[in-house]
Each structure stands twice: as C-alpha cells, then as structure tokens.
C-alpha cells in the first residue's frame, strides 16, 4: 500500500491509496502479485505480520511557547528535559524497529507565529527528524501564520470531541473538507485532525460505499500542554487492521520524583487506544485492483511500540486523599483575601441568575451568578460547571505564578509579575477571556472551593491539607 498526505487542509491530512481509477488516462503497469505464505509456513506460525507504521506529532504549540528562557523553560527547569524533543529523539531512534517511514505533524507548531524563539525551539525538535533521515510533513496551523488568511475566524470554539469529551463533533471546516474534497475522492480512507482539543473518530461512508476513518488527535489541553503525547498506527496488511496507540516518550525521561496521576505514559481510553478492521485489497480494489500484501515479515509493530514505551515504567499513582471532616477542615490562613464555597444547591440543580456565593473571608468579595446569555454569543452551560481543587502560587522572589490541579503544577503560568497579573478585566468562576475578548470557554467540570490569599502557600496549607 502506498499512501500520501495532502497539505495545506488547515489541521487536516489525509491518507490514500496508491493506483490508478477509472477517470486514469492510461492504466497504471500491473504489479506483481507478492507471495503469500501457505498455512503451517514459517511468518505465520512464528506470529509475523506485513506492517509498516505511521507517526502522527499532534499540536506542538505549548511545548514552543514555553521552552526558552523568556518563557521560563518551564520543561527543562522543572524536569531536566523537552516535551517537543523528546517525540522526535524517540521517533529518530525507533523509526527503524517500528518500520515507521513518515511522520505527520498536524499542524500549530508554536503557539505565537511572530516569536522567533518558539520557531528555534521546533526547528531544533524538527531537525532531529531531518538529521536520522526520517521524512515528515508539517501542516501550517493558525498559530503558525501571521496573517490566518483563510482559516476559521473562530480558533478557541468548538472541538472534535464533543460536550462530553469523547463523542465526535463535526465542525463546519471538517464538513466542507468532507462535502468538497473527501467524499468522492475514492482514494482518501482516513483523515488525521488537529487544532480542536482533544481525541475522538467518527466512520463515514464515501459517495462509493466505502468508509472513511475521520480522526482528531489535539492533546495540547492535556497535563504540561500534551505531555508528550503522540499518536502510533501500525498498518497490519497480512490482518486487514490498523491499530491506534496513544503514548508520551516525555512520561517515562521525567525524573520519578516530579511524576503525578497525570503523568500517563501510555492512553488506553476507547478514543486513544483503539483497531480497525479494514479489508485493504477489498477497499483498494477500486483504483488498485492489483493490490496485496507483502510476504510477512515483521512482529507486530504496535504491540513492539507499547513495550518500548512502557519498559521499565509503571504509573504514578493518585494520592490518598483524606476527606475533611467539617467545613473547617483546612488550614486557616490570616493573609486569605477571598474565599468561595461552592455548595448548598440540590445535587445537579442549577445555580440561579444573580445568586450569590458570599465571600468566607469577610472582606466583602462576593461572587454573583452571572447569565449564561450574557454576553451575546454566549454557549456557556450550568452542566459546564464542576468540581476542581485549582490554586494559584505566587512567589514574589521569583516573579513567577504557578497553576496547580489536585497538587500538579500546570504549564500555562505567568512569568515576570508579583502577584495575580490580569488585564484590568473583572474576574470570572466557569469561563475565560481570550485575547481581551468577552468571557467564554466555560468550564467541562464542576466548580468546589476557591481560597485567594496574600503570599504563596506551601502545600502543608492548601484547602486539601487537613487542619489536624
């Protein structure tokens, strides 16, 4: 089978079969049939496939953003090592084992096109390809162009999974793609997406009959900006499957002392880890009648992969967590400016317009449930709303900020300020401000407990810990 990639789809490649069609001009040359072995011939009783692999680097952008000195180095100061270079050492270095001959990048290399630094910090992961002699496409995402001529006007709404984070959502670009390029195009068997975050795959069927494997790969969203996250398929001919695997090259370098609940080297989720039947010669028959898979030569690949990243490896597991055991059940802090509990409604009711949650400090910071239609334009939903434990570290020494979840410090931080830096907007509990636009984004969780105070905190005095 041979395969190609179209560029320039805006956060999406396609694969297709190699042959000629019925619209050909002049028939391609008839191949050659390749040997098959018979049963009870050595490939198949020793457990040997025909395979071959395929790498597919998702957005990359955060790993750029904050990978230099300006940013922090935010990786190689806190773990000894790079997200972004981490994939393509692993992927120069097992390219051969793995049969891998092509890696795609979907698109948003760097997350700020018009800053040099993050162009230097790809360039140096991207060269480590070039320098093993491993070809690679890269597909211009809207990050990565100054002027985003062409692409949605609308980068932040939407994603390819849905509400739920797991079932697909088709986005208009991906339905214009499908009605105008993929569809009667009889080649084009799978599609590989960016941009939106998150993963999922949605199975078409063409004007032909055939299906069509439509699938968005975006973990940017993730722990430390995608933590390394990539996606494998192994192509398994003498089978009629392609075989998805999830995995982080990064997890497992990161020193064991900085390893949390979150740090997964390898995604087993139905949306991450995941086979397809695909009957090759059946789906090719159309513009390759000639086609056949090659002798068996080869363990299987994705199976070879998954050891490889996980030798030697084994998950952090989550903390014990002790409930508290009242509503003071946390260490009092005299510098706390705010306070917010968010409690006391019916279990899955929604929060009412303008109710309020009142500010346990005392100093008057109340919050006030705003209306989910305002502003106009506003998707915002109650059910977006859920438990979290965030808090914010702030060390003036430093001028540095840092964003926990459940004890794990987060990527996106703010460097060069004292204090909790904003743009002169009022603050929002359940929705963001993107690039000084009007709140949105709500939160896809719920909302528990949120505690402001005046000088960083160790971890002893975070809500979690216990007062005893």
Known sequence: MGAWLAPGLGATGLLAGWGSSDDDEAAAPPQ????????????????????????????TQFYARYAFAEAGNQFDRLYGS?????????????????????????????????RPQQWEVADEAMKVLEDAGLPYSILAGNHDVLA??????????????????????????????WDRLIRDNHQIFMTLNGHFHGSARLTKLNDFGHAVEQMVVDYQMAYQGGNGLMRFYEFDLSNNRIRALSFSPWVPQKPAETLNEF??????????????????????????????????????LAAA?????LDGFTDAQPPVRTPASGPQDYPQVAETRAHWRFAGGADGSPVAAGAVIADLSGNGNDLVRAPLSEPAGNTAQVEDLAWTADKHYNDPATRETTLYVEGAPVLR???????????????YVGAGFWDGGPPNNGFLDTLGEIRIVARPLPPAQWLTARAV
Not at 32 to 59: H, I, K, M, T
Not at 158 to 176: C, E, F, I, N
Not at 305 to 309: D, E, S, T
Not at 413 to 427: D, E, K, Q, R
């Open 413 to 427: 931080n703010i460097g060069g300020a004292v204090g909790l830096a904003s743009l002169g907007l009022p603050w």
């Open 82 to 114: 790079e997200p972004f270079l981490a994939q393509t050492q692993w992927l120069a270095a097992q390219a051969p084992a793995l049969k891998i001959p092509f890696v795609i990048h979907v698109g948003d290399v760097v997350d700020q096109a018009g």
């Open 263 to 300: 740090d997964q080297a390898m995604l087993t989720s139905p949306n991450d880890q995941f086979e397809i039947e695909m009957d090759f010669a059946s789906r090719f028959a159309g513009f390759n009648p000639g086609f056949a898979a090659a002798a068996p030569s080869n363990a299987p």
């Open 305 to 309: 992969a998954a050891a490889l990243i």
């Open 148 to 177: 985003p001529v062409g692409y949605d006007s609308d980068p932040v709404n939407g994603t390819d999974a849905d509400r739920d984070g797991v079932s697909p959502l088709q986005t208009p670009y991906g339905l214009m793609l």
């Open 32 to 59: 050659p049939e390749q040997p098959q072995p018979e049963p009870g011939q050595p490939g198949q009783d020793e457990g040997l496939v025909s395979s071959f692999g395929l790498a597919v680097l998702p957005d």
